[in-house]
């Protein structure tokens, strides 16, 4: 039997943890390996899924929740790169 315990931190400790854990995010999203950081402002479903390093198949779960938003140039689908780095930012807890 496994017990578990329940630890509230304060709101100024929590606040400091998810500002670090932020910054520690966007360090890792600047110092990506070349292929990444090369990659278009918009990209397609494969590439932005390769991009989060997730399948596609998680990629448009998340955009059917509405965590990811699509841009449509015509019928073809695409998401700002920007975004993806935001919303990796935005994760980070």
């Known amino acids: 039997m496994q017990a578990q315990a329940t630890i509230t931190l304060p ?3 929590t606040e400091l943890i998810h500002s670090e854990v932020s910054q520690t995010v966007a360090e890792m999203m600047h110092a990506q390996p070349k292929a990444q950081t090369d990659a278009p402002d918009f990209l397609n ?4 899924a390769d991009f989060l390093g997730i399948s596609r198949g998680t990629l448009t779960k998340l955009i059917n929740q ?3 938003k699509v841009t449509f140039i015509g019928t073809a689908k695409r998401i700002s790169k ?7 930012t935005d994760k980070a807890i």
């Open 11 to 13: 709101a100024e400790l």
């Open 45 to 48: 479903l494969g590439q932005a």
């Open 82 to 88: 920007a975004q993806l780095i935001k919303f990796m």
């Open 66 to 68: 509405g965590d990811v």
